[in-house]
């Protein structure tokens, strides 16, 4: 009897303790100069750059006072990793799940995050998190299954750093100039938004290092000379510890490992992170992809310069195994595939496309319009042609599988739920075969949030349709996002009818906007089903286009404009008339 009481004391105290965290934030312009190389205008919170590291215990209410202070750009603010469950309005990405906030506007996110583990927050408004609004969220577990296994803990960011603004940088990327698609490469790589970041440890201790790549567009390798990394988290799920001497995370993933130091403090260790040169369609003179910290045990030592490594041989995340040993699971009653390609629009520039679907933003944000649609909800056509739209069942289990048609590296960030790596195929492997025998799933798969797809190669997701809200799914390097690679998925619509709702602060954005918040994705809240003045994206090229002949097409109209090849600008009218 005295035991269950305790117990059941025991089984009160997270609700009796938990707190609500506080922030107000006033997103402003200041200026930085991160890598020593150049001062630029940066997008930071109340005057400061970096902005903060939020840290929260879980079970813990985190509650964040949003006002635009930009005098010319919109924003929002979207939480990556945490699964918004019940409350999929504070999810943040604009035209989704909310109206962005115009310069001047004011709401309040307001949630509760029952889930340990690293994650970050960034805008989710076009390219505007690579300004710098962005930076880590920390839930701590001192509950969690390592807790008592280290001393200290530690987060690391990583991310990529340009000296030109995002909006000038994308005009560049997504026009008729760059026709093949090359995304601007970053000027510099940062570890802890600076370089030479100090890290001091004492000797003989256990720290719990959290990583987050908070990067536009590269993956980082990382490692500590003289030590061992035993990774315990990814994404927010724990895994089995497993030893590692170097790490790859892409753009938008986390890890955290522990670090045991030395008994010896007679020496300091560099700790380098080196952008993945893969992702770059060409090397800019000058560029050095490497950042550089310190592992410092003694102050009085000098700081060794990294050693040049021969290849980056990282640790496969596909070999890890969730510390709670879920099984695979089993019987999808939900499978689709998704194909990643690159190709021209009629306006000459170069988009990415699902499915052969470049994401173009709905009229009304898609949770409005299933919110507000009743039964229609379930059919996909309401949300739009060019949102994408998936529609899933209750319980649903979802085999997701994505077919890269495209020779580049993409890590691929589905929200509101982590997804088991059921298989990943090797580089160039064509699309996936259900019926090739030889193919094995992992028994136990690893879980996380944000997954790497190689070159030409394929994966396997899984995840369980057990969170009603709108998510979107997408590549996370952000030159992708602009170019259109995103699904909206619409997770039990009906569900979510019956139980939630939109809080005032966030339709009052809207409608201060004259943004329309009730019907289909083309504002028609009459007849769901007309889609007529839907958003759509530019029509497709001519035929007998081809990004080659746009590259010899633009390079002639440059000719002709110095008077030599005067014909071929009849090319070059042709192709702008036919623009939607
Ligand atoms: C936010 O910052 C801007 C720019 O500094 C300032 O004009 C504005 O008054 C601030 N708003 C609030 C509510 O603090
Ligand atoms: C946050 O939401 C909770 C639960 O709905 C509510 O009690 C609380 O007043 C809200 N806080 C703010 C600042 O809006
Ligand atoms: C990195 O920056 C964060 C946020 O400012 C800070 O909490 C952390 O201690 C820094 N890490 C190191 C190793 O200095
Ligand atoms: C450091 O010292 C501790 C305590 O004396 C010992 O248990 C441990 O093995 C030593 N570690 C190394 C790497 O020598
Ligand atoms: C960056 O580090 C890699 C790996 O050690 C090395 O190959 C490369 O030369 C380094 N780059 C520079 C500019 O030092
Ligand atoms: C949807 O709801 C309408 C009106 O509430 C009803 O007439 C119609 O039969 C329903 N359709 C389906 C497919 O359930
Ligand atoms: C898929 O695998 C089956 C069984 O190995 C094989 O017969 C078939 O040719 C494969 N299909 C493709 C498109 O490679
Ligand atoms: C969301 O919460 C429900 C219980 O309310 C739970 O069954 C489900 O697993 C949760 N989903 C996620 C992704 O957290
Ligand atoms: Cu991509």
Redesign the pocket.
């Known amino acids: 009897m005295k035991s269950f009481v305790a117990a059941s004391l025991l089984s009160l105290l997270p609700s009796v303790f938990s707190k609500t965290v506080t922030y107000d934030f006033n997103v402003t312009y200041t200026t930085a100069n991160p890598d020593g190389q150049f001062e630029r205008r940066v997008i930071g919170i109340n005057g400061k750059w970096p902005i903060p590291t939020i840290e929260i215990e879980k079970g813990d209410r985190l509650v964040v006072n949003l006002v635009n202070g930009l005098p010319d750009v919109e924003t929002s603010l979207h939480w990556h990793g945490l699964f918004q469950n019940g409350t999929n309005a504070m999810d943040g990405p604009g035209k989704v799940t909310q109206c962005a906030l115009a310069p001047g506007q004011k709401m309040t996110y307001n949630f509760t995050i029952n889930q340990p583990g690293t994650y970050w927050y960034h805008s989710h408004i076009k390219g505007q998190y690579p300004d710098g609004i962005r930076a880590p969220l920390i839930v701590r577990d001192p509950k969690g299954p390592y807790a008592k296994k280290y001393d200290e803990e530690v987060v690391i960011s990583l991310s990529d750093w340009y000296h030109d603004e995002n909006p000038p940088l994308l005009a560049k990327f997504l026009s008729v100039g760059n026709p093949t698609g090359a995304e601007p490469v970053p000027n510099s790589a940062l570890m802890n938004e600076t370089q030479g970041m100090p890290f001091h440890v004492k000797p003989g201790r256990t720290y719990m290092v959290r990583l987050v790549n908070m990067a536009a567009f590269a993956a980082q390798y990382f490692w500590i000379e003289g030590h061992t990394m035993r990774i315990i988290e990814v994404d927010g799920e724990y895994t089995e510890e497993a030893e590692a001497e170097m790490i790859y995370l892409t753009a938008a993933q986390r890890l955290s490992f522990l670090l045991t130091t030395k008994n010896e403090t007679t020496k300091n260790y560099a700790i380098?992170g080196?952008m993945d040169e893969d992702l770059f369609d060409q090397i800019p003179d000058g560029l050095?992809?490497?950042v550089t910290g310190h592992l410092i045990y003694s102050a009085a030592r000098p700081l060794p310069e990294?050693?040049?490594?021969d290849a980056f041989e990282p640790f496969d995340d596909f070999t890890l195994v969730p510390f709670d040993g879920e099984d695979l699971w089993e019987e999808p009653t939900y499978t689709f595939a998704l194909e990643v390609m690159m190709d021209n629009l009629g306006d000459g520039a170069n988009y990415a496309f699902f499915n052969g679907i470049t994401y173009v933003p709905p009229k009304v944000p898609t949770l409005y319009t299933a919110l507000n649609a009743g039964n229609l909800s379930l059919t996909p056509e309401i949300y739009g042609r060019d949102t994408n739209p998936i529609v899933f069942k209750h319980h649903d289990v979802v085999e997701l599988i994505i077919n890269n048609n495209d020779p580049g590296k993409h890590p691929f960030h589905l929200h509101g739920h982590t997804f088991q790596l059921a298989y990943r195929s090797d580089v160039d492997a064509g699309f996936f075969n259900a019926s090739d025998e030889s193919i094995e799933f992992a028994k136990k798969p690893m879980r996380r949030d944000t997954v790497l797809v190689n070159p030409g190669g394929n994966v396997v997701l899984r995840f369980r349709a057990d969170n009603p809200g709108v998510w979107l799914f997408h590549c996370h390097i952000e030159w992708h996002i602009e170019s259109g690679l995103i699904a909206t998925f619409i997770e039990a619509p009906d569900v979510l009818q019956k139980t939630q709702t939109i809080p005032e602060d966030h339709l009052a954005i809207c409608k201060a906007q004259n943004l329309p918040v009730v019907g289909n994705a083309a504002a028609n809240a009459e007849d769901y089903l007309d889609l007529t003045g839907q958003n759509l994206s530019p029509a497709p090229l001519p035929a007998g286009f081809t990004a080659r002949g746009i590259v010899a097409l633009v390079f002639s109209v440059i000719a002709a404009f110095i008077g030599i090849a005067v014909i071929t600008l009849y090319g070059s009218q042709e192709l702008k008339q036919k623009k939607a």
Do not use: G
């Open positions: 380098v080196s050095n992809s490497n990294p050693a040049f490594v």
